[in-house]
């Protein structure tokens, strides 16, 4: 086979000591091809699928590696002080990346369904007390996307327990729960957002407008019904409506909302998010909304993942027996299946405040001309910065 990783046409002079570095070489196949230690192995008995069992969680650590190197590159992004288009691109292609890797995961599952529950048991006992609990790649992993400690349910909100006495992994951790997770990043980004001004488009006040002068048509309509059930249901839809824009409208509520774990975005990141839903079709907007729907597949996706795990866990050890990491196994697991663990749930959400495209504030020509600029400059970003 001949190897990609060299070309005949190449100038090797510069290479220095790696001259003539061969493919295994490279990637250093020697350690990683000779990692897989089976426990098993060192009995009487050593058990197959052993063996695909740790080269099939190798796989996902290596995976999730790449994931946090595409996220931080991501962070580094959103912390430019002018977002240009080629910057958005490039955000776009490592989104997308990130998304490809999360499907393959997804589908990696299968693979371990392959091994049968008495297959497990042969080898189970080896594990203890390892867990996937333990994996501190997918901890980080979910720091950098802003999954916070509050809303983690009891049993791995304290990583002391998690990791014992790993001082580097409680430290990684805790500068992974400080440092701005690309939601904070992606919240101050939209905040940003071209018309969102109040001396400019002022985007919030003109779609209120177009809210209010919707229900009032649609509250209208009903009154005119003649069937009196069916006015009945009309003016409860058009009241529970109005209720669900009001949490948008007023600022304290939404900010309740958050406290109570409902919403994650500013009341500001929120407009911005609603923008560029709405306005999607237009260039300026294209990116962005392209930004958002791959954001809410990597949630969609993670989701999935713990779907997929879930499921797994309790094929194989049933609904009541502990994990190997001590935890309740599958009823944790279960858990972190809620909204709670969505980063991104305010997207998802979104499709509860749109309006028809009728009542969609147009744009004026000065609006068409501003989008054509670079998005607005940024101040510096602390962690916990973005809902104030």
């Known amino acids: 086979m001949s190897c990609p990783l060299r070309c005949p046409d190449q100038d090797y002079s510069q290479l220095g000591a790696e001259e003539g570095m061969i493919y295994g070489e490279y990637l250093m196949l020697d350690k990683i091809l000779n990692s897989q230690r089976m426990l098993s192995a060192q009995s009487d008995k050593p058990v197959h699928d052993e063996h695909l069992f740790i080269v099939t969680h190798q796989a996902y650590e290596l995976w999730f590696k790449q994931i946090i190197f595409e996220l931080d590159s991501i962070r580094n992004l959103f912390t430019m002080t002018n977002l240009e288009e080629t910057q958005t691109l490039e955000i776009l292609k490592r989104l997308q990346r990130v998304v490809l890797i999360l499907k393959v995961l997804v589908d990696q599952v299968m693979i371990l369904e392959t091994m049968t529950p008495l297959d497990f048991m042969e080898f189970r006992g080896y594990l203890r007390p390892a867990s996937g609990f333990q994996s501190l790649q997918f901890r980080l992993l979910e720091n950098k996307l802003g999954v916070r400690k509050e809303h983690r349910v009891k049993y791995n909100q304290d990583y002391n327990t998690v990791f014992g006495n790993d001082e580097n992994a409680k430290n990684l951790i805790g500068n992974s729960e400080k440092e701005p997770a690309l939601s904070d990043l992606v919240q101050r980004w ?109 949630d969609s996706l993670i989701t999935k993942w713990r779907y997929n795990h879930v499921l797994m866990v309790q094929r194989m050890i049933g609904s009541t027996q502990l994990g190997t990491g001590g935890s309740s196994g599958y009823q944790y697991l279960r858990s972190t299946l809620s909204d709670r663990y969505k980063v991104f749930v305010d997207l998802f959400n979104l499709s509860t405040f749109l309006i028809p495209r009728s009542y969609i504030p147009p744009l004026t020509n000065d609006m068409r001309s501003k989008l054509c600029l670079i998005w607005g400059g940024m101040t510096p970003l602390t962690n916990g910065d973005s809902k104030k």
């Open 190 to 298: 939209l905040e940003r957002t071209p018309g969102l001004e109040l001396d400019g488009f002022n985007f919030w006040g003109k779609y209120k407008e177009a809210v209010e002068c919707l229900l009032k048509t649609d509250k209208a309509d009903a009154e005119a019904e003649e069937n009196e059930r069916i006015r009945k249901y009309k003016l409860k839809d058009v009241e529970q409506r109005q209720e669900i824009f009001e949490s948008i409208f007023d600022p304290s509520v939404h900010e309740a909302l958050i406290k109570r774990g409902e919403r994650r975005f500013s009341h500001k990141a929120l407009q911005g998010a609603i923008m560029i839903t709405f306005y999607r079709d237009e260039p300026r907007f294209s990116q962005p909304h392209q930004i958002l729907t791959l954001l809410m597949d990597i």
